[in-house]
């Protein structure tokens, strides 16, 4: 979700009447602003020089201070007035299908592409129409 999130546009705000400095820049009040969810993403200044790389560890391995500095980058879900209202929803059935994977599947994290999940592969199969009793008559 961090490397290719679902919704990789940003979501626009509006710049207060005051105007607003953004990364360095002030912008004037009433100007619309977004940023790619995507290149917070890959921010090498949060996540490191290796912020493309799929490294789930990363989390384990940090300080306090720069776990919650990824954390807060994190915005697949968005964040603030914005946030997703099926936020919690998602990350349960995450929290349930993964270990359900993982319990049933071999490792195939080299053989897997993130990207399916936005861009899902072709599946090829046969279907027919199920023959179904008649409830008329139950």
Known sequence: MRILPIASWGLDRVVPPAGATISGTFVPGGTIVGCQIGS??????????????????????????????????????????????GIHIAWLEIKKTLPLLLMNFEDVRDQF?????????EILMHIRKRELADTANV
């Open 40 to 85: 917070i993403h890959l921010d090498k200044s949060v996540y490191g020089d290796d912020a493309a790389t799929f490294r789930p560890e990363r989390w384990l391995e940090a300080e306090e201070s720069q776990r919650r500095r990824m954390d807060c980058a994190f915005l697949a879900f968005s964040a603030g007035k914005r946030t997703c209202t």
């Open 113 to 121: 592409r993130i990207s399916a999940v936005k861009y899902p592969p």
